[in-house]
């Protein structure tokens, strides 16, 4: 089983939900959440001064599926989400060791 | 919108190569980061639209100066006249640099805005300072150069204070270069960004700054920072120690320790002409707003023959004569450190040039002076680095030389020998009143360390050179006995204290002989303590402070009424009830079972799975009970959950293997060392038994390895005392019996070493 975990811009969420609904994907969890990243969270036309960072609105959205479907998945994400321009983030995929459905106790792929 | 024709990205200058080493030399020099700035401009402008007027690209920061290192950030600044379109301009340029995995610091501003957030912003004003043009409108380059350098000059004088603000608050996040094992070559005091600050002060018409020995050690500098960046093979600015040989070798240099060397001259270097530039910016800014000064300058009286002008230290006239008093430049030095002044340059050059050298052995004057300046506290290290950048230390002190920018090679300390003795001296004065002779104290923690870089153990080695030292600057002979004993044993009190059971008599009575008196054992503590706090913060601990502070409570008793301390009394709770029983209480973990053998290994297994590390441990037999003892600390912060470790405990103590088992199908995996360990026997230093010291790499487990080792070639552990070290540790093992036979405690020793 894999999570796959996304950092996109805000208001590339419903694309992004769009999709996997598409997909047939169960579930997600969504959080609000602050990064940057090379570009230090500037714009293409930032004035100030170069050495300041700063943190820039995103959105984390993080999907549990198993093995066989987890590219198309992260295919889905990475199309839906991308706008060309810096700042669209990134999307990486980690193991999961077990899952578990509360209301029921189900484990593993059950669980999905 | 007017039409200009966008060049498309071609491809990026090409990325530093490894190879052999001729072609990764080529790569490093003045000439070799001109030629990677060429590359970078020339595709630059490759991108940059044609007949576009109104709008040019500029390069600030290391780009602008032409020093790219191998794997440097481009700092870009696109100027523009209010350009319609702007943004896709400079999208079409941000975008292939970002793509081309190149670090980009960039702004897209015009001219007003520009000049604008430099009036606000000291280190953006200096960043213009290097502006360089690269594509587009040459004339509103030159407009914007020309423009930054002007307001700089107007209004540096009034900025500069806020500039030392910012510079004072880096140093003290990274440090001093020059002394530093592991400095950071951009950031650290003395470093390449330092080097930018001194070039604005001169742009400044502050004073002259770069002046040739700036100069050359700002190459030097680059250049190191070109060898770090190929060695590792991305951005990074600090030298770890790791690094130190592969960089040494691609500049030519003999190894890591004359790199370091190379490396503090050059730091140095910049440091004090930062320094000298910063007085220079005061005395500007004061003569400013007085106005001409009237009349004489006002000179107060600090200390005989030293006098202070304009906050800084001079000589009073009285001072110099024909036949200038030799201890002339310590007792300035004294007071200078004292009153927390800066000396005059001239008085330093003039000190260096004239100041006869001292007669042997020291006046009391001068001997009084050097004590003053030891223990002057926070002025001291200030006053020293300027007494050694004009050559006044060497005067004094001829073994300075050979102490100057020594590297350390253990992982344990942050500086190196030369400020390591200095710090100390300066830890040394927060223990002062502890003792009977602070002023020993301060000459004995100056002196502790000066057998480094002679061969053999440098306590031994240097003993007699501390002794030496003494005697010429004027100590009567017991005070030179006293400074020698405390150099010769300034590691007795750590070592004992962390690798040897207090509660043993042997061990009390033999530290108690080896110092002698309650005098010389009160100068030994501060000074460890002084030691361990200029080291580093992984030298010390709340657990050896209070295990040094129990050594020397039993050893005070000794030496005061000839007492030995009684061995301690076994836990009263575990004596009678049930066996197996176990008493947890906060660091203390305490288990009785029926039989001993193995007992000690398995509590020692079931505390490594729980994450506790073992710092000491004990085993007895009463009435026919075996009990073991144990002081653990957690190995990642958070405390063991008792209920769990008291359950474990019980089984193990009831003979359940499966702990065990566990551990050693854990440990299989974990290990993995670089020096090999080494074992140690020491007989008659501890009663009834003899003691077997590993020196290892740590590892989960390995006490219970090394115990199991033990049981299993039949020697009767009686108690363990473990020092960690960074990765290593010290297991001292009290092994009951005399063990006279070699191949007895070879054997022994072979065992252990096997599991290990």
Redesign the interface.
């Known amino acids: 089983m894999k999570l796959v975990t996304a950092v996109i811009k805000p208001y590339q969420l419903d694309a992004v939900k769009e999709a996997l609904h598409a997909l047939g994907v169960a579930g997600l969890t969504v959080s609000e959440v602050q990064g940057y990243g090379?570009?230090?969270g500037?714009t293409?036309?930032?004035?100030?001064?170069?050495?300041t960072v700063e943190f820039l609105p995103k959105i984390k959205v993080e999907v549990l599926t198993d093995e066989i479907d987890v590219e198309k998945v992260v295919d889905a994400v990475v199309t839906a989400a991308r706008t060309g321009k810096?700042g669209d983030g990134k999307v990486w995929v980690i193991s999961v060791d077990d899952v578990i459905r509360v209301r029921t106790g189900e484990r593993g792929l059950d669980a999905l | 919108m007017s039409q200009y024709v966008v060049s498309e990205p071609s491809a990026p200058p090409a990325r530093p190569s490894g190879g052999p080493l001729s072609t990764r030399r080529d790569q490093i020099g003045a000439a070799a980061r001109a030629q990677r700035a060429a590359a970078l401009d020339a595709w630059l402008a490759a991108m940059f639209p044609d007949h576009l007027p109104g709008v040019s690209l500029i390069a600030v920061g290391g780009l602008g100066r032409r020093d790219c290192a191998p794997h440097s950030d481009l700092d870009l600044v696109l100027l523009h006249n209010g350009t319609a379109g702007i943004d896709r301009i400079a999208s079409a340029l941000w975008y292939p640099i970002w793509d081309a995995k190149l670090g980009l610091d960039h702004s897209v501003r015009t001219l007003p805005e520009a000049l604008s957030v430099a009036h606000d912003d000291v280190k953006v004003s200096l960043g213009l300072l290097d502006a360089r043009h690269i594509a587009g409108d040459q004339d509103l380059s030159a407009e914007l150069i020309a423009a930054a350098a002007d307001q700089w000059r107007r209004t540096a004088v009034r900025l500069l204070p806020q500039l030392r603000e910012i510079t004072t608050a880096r140093w003290a996040t990274h440090g001093e270069l020059a002394f530093l094992l592991e400095g950071d070559l951009k950031e650290a005091a003395g470093g390449l960004r330092d080097v930018t600050i001194l070039r604005g002060v001169g742009r400044a018409g502050v004073a002259d700054t770069m002046r040739p020995a700036v100069r050359a050690a700002d190459l030097r500098l680059l250049d190191t920072r070109d060898a770090l960046h190929l060695a590792v093979g991305r951005r990074v600015d600090r030298l770890v120690a790791q690094e130190r040989a592969a960089v040494a070798e691609l500049l030519e240099l003999d190894d890591g320790d004359a790199l370091l060397r190379r490396v503090a001259g050059d730091a140095r270097t910049v440091a004090h002409a930062l320094d000298d530039a910063w007085r220079a910016a005061d005395r500007l800014r004061s003569g400013r707003r007085r106005g001409a000064p009237a009349g004489a300058p006002v000179r107060r009286p600090v200390a005989r023959d030293v006098v202070e002008q304009d906050g800084e230290l001079v000589l009073a006239r009285t001072a110099i004569g024909p036949v200038p008093d030799p201890s002339l430049s310590l007792r300035v030095a004294a007071a200078a450190a004292t009153v927390q002044l800066p000396i005059a340059r001239a008085t330093c050059e003039w000190l260096a040039a004239f100041c006869p050298p001292l007669p042997m052995p020291w006046p009391g004057v001068a001997r009084a002076a050097l004590v003053s300046l030891l223990g002057s506290g926070a002025g001291l290290l200030p006053t020293w680095e300027a007494c050694d950048r004009y050559g006044l230390i060497d005067a004094w002190l001829p073994e300075w030389a050979r102490m100057r920018s020594l590297p350390q090679h253990h992982p344990v300390h942050r500086f190196t020998l030369d400020r390591h003795l200095v710090q100390a001296a300066y830890e040394a004065t927060s223990y002062s009143r502890e003792v009977e002779r602070p002023d020993l104290l301060l000459i004995g923690a100056f002196l502790h360390d000066v057998g480094k870089g002679l061969p053999g153990d440098h306590s031994l080695a240097g003993a007699p050179v501390a002794a030496e030292i003494a005697a010429r600057i004027g100590l009567p002979p017991a005070d030179v006995t006293t400074v020698e004993t405390l150099v010769r044993l300034h590691l007795l009190l750590p070592d004992v204290a962390t690798r040897r059971d207090l509660s043993d008599p042997v061990t009390i009575s033999t530290v108690a002989e080896a110092v002698g008196d309650i005098a010389t054992l009160d100068l030994l503590h501060a000074l460890a303590r002084a030691d361990s706090h200029a080291t580093g913060p992984a030298a010390w601990s709340d657990w050896k402070g209070r295990l040094m502070a129990e050594l020397v409570r039993r050893v005070h008793l000794a030496l005061d009424t000839g007492e030995l301390p009684a061995p301690p009394e076994p836990d009263p709770e575990l004596l009678t009830g049930e066996l197996p029983a176990v008493h947890l209480d906060g660091d203390r973990v305490a288990v009785a079972a029926a039989d001993r053998r193995g007992l000690l290994a398995a509590v020692a297994a079931c505390l490594a799975m729980h994450r506790l590390d073992v710092v000491a441990a004990d085993a007895s037999t009463v009435d026919g009970r075996a009990i073991v003892e144990f002081w653990t600390q957690p190995r990642y912060g958070s405390p063991a959950d008792p209920v769990a470790l008291a359950a474990d405990l019980r089984r193990v103590a009831a003979g359940d293997v499966s702990v065990t088992q566990r551990l050693r199908a854990r440990a299989m995996s974990g290990r993995g060392g670089t020096a090999s360990p080494r074992v140690v026997w020491q007989r008659a230093v501890a009663t009834d038994a003899a003691i077997l010291e590993l020196r290892a790499a740590d590892s989960a487990g390995l006490l219970y390895r090394v115990a199991t080792a033990l049981d299993d070639a039949g020697a009767e552990l009686r108690a363990a005392r473990i020092s960690t070290l960074g990765s290593d540790v010290v297991d001292a093992f009290y092994l009951v019996g005399p063990w006279t036979s070699a191949p007895e405690r070879d054997r022994v020793a072979e065992a252990v070493l096997a599991a290990v």
């Open positions: 090379r570009q230090k500037h293409e036309v930032y004035r100030g001064a170069e050495y810096i």
